[in-house]
Nanobody, 111 residues
Framework: QVQLVESGGGLVQPGGSLTLSCTVPGSYLNTYATGWYRQAPGKQREWVGTIGTTGSIHYGDSVKGRFTISKDNAKNMVYLQMNRLKPEDTGVYLC?????WGQGTQVTVTS
């Protein structure tokens, strides 16, 4: 059973920052790209960005320039640093590797 565990969500004001973390088993981190997604109530799951095994990174248009994905292979961790947060960034953030998903962590951006 592959377990992905997200953490770091919370309540933040518009313009604020949060950093999310996802624990990924090392064998998967070295074999597959890791993606971040988000799910807002009543909306389809949205791709946020992906970091590949070699460190190549791609972002969705809605977060480009505000969010940064990174990873630490030694710690089996993938991070999502979110800056200049907006209310529309609110949702459950999930990480994905291959066919496996974490349980998600809630991010709420509100004044």
């Amino acid at each position: 059973q592959v377990q992905l565990v997200e953490s770091g969500g919370g309540l933040v004001q518009p313009g604020g920052s949060l950093t999310l973390s996802c624990t990924v088993p090392g064998s998967y981190l070295n074999t597959y790209a890791t993606g971040w997604y988000r799910q807002a109530p009543g909306k389809q799951r949205e791709w946020v960005g992906t970091i590949g095994t070699t460190g190549s990174i791609h972002y969705g248009d809605s977060v480009k320039g505000r969010f940064t994905i990174s990873k630490d292979n030694a710690k089996n961790m993938v991070y999502l640093q979110m800056n200049r947060l907006k209310p529309e960034d609110t949702g459950v953030y999930l990480c994905n590797v291959h066919t496996h998903w974490g349980q998600g962590t809630q991010v709420t951006v509100t004044s």
